[in-house]
Nanobody, 124 residues
Framework: QVQLVESGGGLVQAGGSLRLSCAASGRTFSSYAMGWFRQAPGKEREFVAA????????YYADSVKGRFTISRHNAKNTVYLQMNSLKPEDTAVYYC?????????????????WGQGTQVTVSS
């Protein structure tokens, strides 16, 4: 069982930066691949980024590639999402999620555990 708690969301102007954190409970965090997803009002939840259990592999949605960076610190049971050059279209609730394998990492239904989400609002 893994429990996930996101933090770091807030209101930022376009062009600004935020760093999201996702703290995980449990001693097996380092064995899970981790992902970030987001859901804007009236839209479906979508994949943002994922990272393998070791941190050696990462994958990004085209919409955030070059602006967002996912990383993890296994000793701290935490995964991060550094978001730079934010745009109003990045406004959404951001969720972290955990899965046992680094495969089909962009498919929502393959993730086993989810956090409650943190709101990110980017003003123009």
């Amino acid at each position: 069982q893994v429990q996930l708690v996101e933090s770091g969301g807030g209101l930022v102007q376009a062009g600004g930066s935020l760093r999201l954190s996702c703290a995980a409970s449990g001693r097996t965090f380092s064995s899970y691949a981790m992902g970030w997803f987001r859901q804007a009002p009236g839209k479906e939840r979508e994949f943002v980024a994922a990272i393998s259990w070791s941190g050696g592999s990462t994958y990004y949605a085209d919409s955030v590639k070059g602006r967002f960076t996912i990383s993890r610190h296994n000793a701290k049971n935490t995964v991060y999402l550094q978001m730079n050059s934010l745009k109003p279209e990045d406004t959404a609730v951001y969720y972290c999620a955990a899965k046992r394998t680094y495969s089909s990492i962009y498919y929502i239904k393959t993730y086993d555990y989810w956090g409650q989400g943190t709101q990110v609002t980017v003003s123009s």
